[in-house]
């Protein structure tokens, strides 16, 4: 898992956007200590951990009891001791980062802290003045970037640029579409990708072009769209640690609609082996799945 996964919609955002529907399926359990106690003891306890709990009230934790399948306690290290029994299983975590879910369904899902949100623009004028309102309140943007278009916006003709060039023509001006299949840009973003006339479509994918041979602004699949993807900046230390932030921020509020924080299927919980929100870029553009656990069981990883 990299951080360049992160900054192009991949593995860590598509997981913990999947572990809300595992939540969903579930009621909510105890929070700090409010649950029932168990007179034996839960199975599990994670303590010194830095638990992602998709609660916008409180949304880390340090400790966490688990016993058949529910959440029996979440909160700080001192409130999670009287789960502690015979057979209790205790681990110290050391700090490390623990995330619910990591199942098996495929989502996109973004953060937009840093990009333009087109998700529920109703047409083509809508996403031309959200487009215009980022570059508004984000001078410093040299390349704008938005994303989750939906093509049934296009009354006629399809996306084009010179419904971006009305917007800005000179500068490069990306948006993705909402299944992240195809591309939307303006002049400039292709000028500055080198893609004219000549320009061939790339193995398996699609530069559209009009009756003239030249290019419109719309770019079908990985490949094509890769083309354009290499003009955006990368991302600073802070734009990571916002993005992330702002996805586990929509991944709460999802899961606050459905009234849901409990144990998902296949893994319960995934603890990985550093902490991505607290340490330095430089120390955390990697991270591997160090535990993997399933109804209070060690399903991966050490022992």
Known sequence: MT?????????????????????????RAGHDGSAEDVSSGAKLVLKNAYIVTLDPQRPQAAAMALDNGRILYIGAEEGVDKFVGAH??????????????????????WALGNRVDLRDAASVGDCQQRVAEFMRTHPQRQVIVGQGWNAGIFTAGGPHKDQLDQVSDFYPIV???????????????????????????????????????????????ESAMALVEKIIPE??????????????????????????????????????????????????TTATVWRRYQRGELVAGSH
Do not use: M
């Open 235 to 284: 991302n600073t230390a802070d734009d990571y640690r916002a993005e992330l932030r702002a996805l586990l921020a929509e991944a709460g509020r999802r899961a606050g609609k459905a009234g849901s924080l409990a144990v998902g299927q296949w893994a319960d919980f995934t603890v990985l082996d550093k902490n991505l929100l607290q340490l330095p870029l430089v120390e955390s």
């Open 175 to 221: 948006l993705f579409s909402g299944d992240r299949a195809s591309v939307w840009t303006n002049s400039e973003a292709l000028a500055a990708a080198g893609i004219n006339h000549d320009t061939p479509n790339p193995p398996g994918g699609v530069i559209e072009k009009d009756e003239n041979g030249l290019a419109i602004g719309l770019l079908r699949e």
């Open 88 to 109: 209790t299983r205790v681990e110290d975590l050391q700090g490390r980062l623990v995330l619910p879910g990591f199942v098996g369904a495929q989502l996109h899902a």
């Open 3 to 27: 951080w360049e996964g992160i900054r192009r919609g991949g593995l860590l955002y598509t997981l913990i956007a999947a572990a809300v529907l595992a939540l969903a399926a579930c009621g």
